[in-house]
């Protein structure tokens, strides 16, 4: 295993049936794929695991802001779920600013992207959107437009996303908020993103995961 990847959950990517040997796709065989499927399965059920990696790089960078984004990151979550919210809500707040290591000028497609085959098409659009309904809040200080949000009136899920933004994330940056800690969310993260619910990975037949 290469150095850099020994810090990464499941990276160690154990081969149960060993390795594929095509030098390309188009000498593949079933065989080979299915060396592949067997490897991926082992490694997929270390993707919340990963999860937490990437959310704990946010852990210290506060990018100017009063907390950091890992803070920011547990206190929406924590103000969702102590507002009732289901978990599929929650762990979608909760990784809402996932991306924001990786997407600098996009950081909500981050976010969707992961939680794409897991969460509602609610919950989905809220995530995606986020970043322009939290604009309303602040974009102009900085000479924005901050209702680039009424591009989207009457779309069916304005509301829901404004809420979002309004009730959990613009508030989500007190210093002195009792804020839950990530260990409190893991079981609910396994509980939403074990298993995918759309991928072009499901198998048709029964819905379940290639890999
Ligand atoms: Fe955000
Ligand atoms: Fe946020």
């Known amino acids: ?14 081969e149960p049936m060993g390795r594929a ?16 499927g067997a490897a991926n399965s082992v490694f997929a059920k270390s ?6 990696t990437h959310l704990n790089l946010l852990k210290g960078d506060c990018g100017g802001f009063p907390v950091d984004r890992l803070e920011h990151s547990l206190q929406t979550a924590t103000r969702a779920h102590r507002a009732g919210m289901d978990e599929e809500y929650v762990v979608s707040a909760l990784l809402h600013d996932i991306g924001d290591t990786l997407g600098v000028f996009n950081h909500p497609d981050i976010a969707a992207a992961i939680l794409r ?6 919950n989905l659009w809220m995530v995606q959107n986020h970043g322009i309904f939290q ?4 974009f102009h200080h900085l000479g924005l437009d901050r209702n680039m949000r ?24 007190d210093g002195a908020y009792d804020t839950m800690p990530l ?4 079981p609910m993260m396994h509980r939403v993103l074990d298993k995918p619910k759309q991928s072009i990975y499901l198998r048709k037949a029964t ?3 290639a890999w």
């Open 135 to 138: 604009g309303y809040y602040f």
């Open 150 to 173: 009424d591009q989207f009136q009457g779309h069916p899920y304005y509301e829901y996303t404004a809420q979002f933004c309004h009730l959990f994330d613009q508030p989500a940056f």
């Open 47 to 52: 993707h919340v695991d990963r999860l937490i």
């Open 183 to 186: 260990d409190a969310f893991v």
């Open 21 to 36: 040997e095509f030098s390309a796709f188009t000498n593949a065989t079933a065989e080979d794929w299915q060396k592949i």
């Open 207 to 209: 819905n379940e995961a």
């Open 117 to 122: 085959p897991f969460v509602s098409d609610a």
């Open 1 to 14: 295993m290469a150095d850099d990847l020994k810090n990464i959950p499941g990276a160690s990517h154990e």
